[in-house]
């Protein structure tokens, strides 16, 4: 057993005594450790944040425990069928997607779940560097393994920015919004973004790897300067610091009704449940695509997701890719 697996289940067995004393000779028991590593298990977690008390001939009580995103902690608000079979956590990464995309490719279980306090090689869309600073943000992947072609896989952007959306709004009492195709904002700002990607044949798709990143706590001195979009955070935006665990519970259980639902249903529930927080149409829009930049009215999306725009010359132009800013 790896020492991360034996803190977490030092914090399970904490959990387990809802407040009252462990006994350190229990907890040497369970590990199957001496006292002495015991001991130093304890510290290693006080050194993470952990408020832990130690009485003699009483062994050690949880007083308290950090805004870490540890899977022990993750769990005591998790009710999921699918998403968090799996939860893979790191202090720090490269990027969770990439170690999504090798955990797929050892045959991770569909719904395992990689976080990270940190990255330091954070990806958001067409190769941009997302700023990942530590303790403050989530940085999450989510791999699944839908049975569909690889032509439907950007449905499942749709799917993961409602969850993004809902999950914001159930944790802040914010109405997000939904920016075309894969941002979600508050009050016109950028809080959180998407990075879906698949490794897939002709005919059908390995795994899918959902990115996900949210602004959480993140203070405005550290935002770079040259984003190309206004961006912020829940805590901005609420004035008051937000449970990075909570969020994240609340997250996960999105994502899994919303991936049951569409196992279930299709794509056009998912569709309405992106809608419900869209609020460009009938707007005057500049869309910069791979051949260039469109103007027009945004009429809405059809039932594959495209974004329908009404241009000058009275002609509806369908677009399958590219950045949205409202004019």
């Not at 969770?96 to 990806?123: F, M, S």
Request: charged share 25%.
């Amino acid at each position: 057993m790896s020492q991360q697996a034996r803190q977490l289940q030092i914090l399970k067995l904490f959990q387990q005594q809802q407040g009252a004393y462990l006994s350190g000779a229990e907890i040497s028991r369970v590990l199957g450790v001496s006292r002495t590593a015991v001991w130093k298990h304890i510290e290693q977690l006080r050194s993470l944040g952990y408020r832990i008390e130690a009485v003699t001939a009483r062994g050690y009580r949880l007083h308290g425990s950090p805004d870490l995103l540890l899977p022990a902690e993750i769990r005591t608000e998790l009710e999921t069928e699918v998403i968090g079979r799996e939860l893979v956590y790191f202090a720090e990464t490269d990027s969770t997607n990439d170690r999504a995309h090798a955990l797929a490719r050892e045959g991770a279980v569909e719904g395992t779940v990689v976080i990270a306090e940190a990255q330091k090689a954070g990806k958001g869309r067409l190769g941009r560097h997302w700023v990942s600073p530590p303790g403050v943000n989530l940085y999450a992947s989510i791999v699944l393994r839908p049975s569909i072609a690889p032509r439907q896989a950007p449905q499942l952007t749709f799917l993961s920015a409602a969850a993004v959306a809902r999950a914001i709004a159930e944790m802040t009492r914010l109405r997000p919004t939904v920016k075309w195709p894969n941002d979600v904002l508050l009050s016109g700002r950028k809080v959180a973004g998407l990075l879906n990607e698949l490794d897939a044949e002709t005919e059908r798709i390995r795994y899918l790897v959902l990115g996900i990143g949210i602004n959480i706590n993140m203070t405005a001195d550290q935002f770079p300067a040259d984003l190309r979009y206004p961006a912020s955070s829940l805590a901005l935006e609420t004035g008051s610091t937000v449970s990075r665990r909570l969020l994240t519970c609340a997250l996960l259980r999105q994502l899994d009704k919303l991936y049951a639902l569409y196992l279930e249903q299709g794509f056009e529930p998912i569709l309405q449940a992106w809608q419900d927080y869209f609020d460009l149409t009938g707007q005057q829009v500049e869309v910069s695509e791979q051949a260039g930049i469109c103007r027009g009215r945004v009429l809405g999306l059809d039932g594959e997701g495209a974004l329908l725009l009404r241009l000058a010359d009275d002609s509806v132009k369908r677009i399958l890719a590219g950045d949205v800013r409202p004019l």
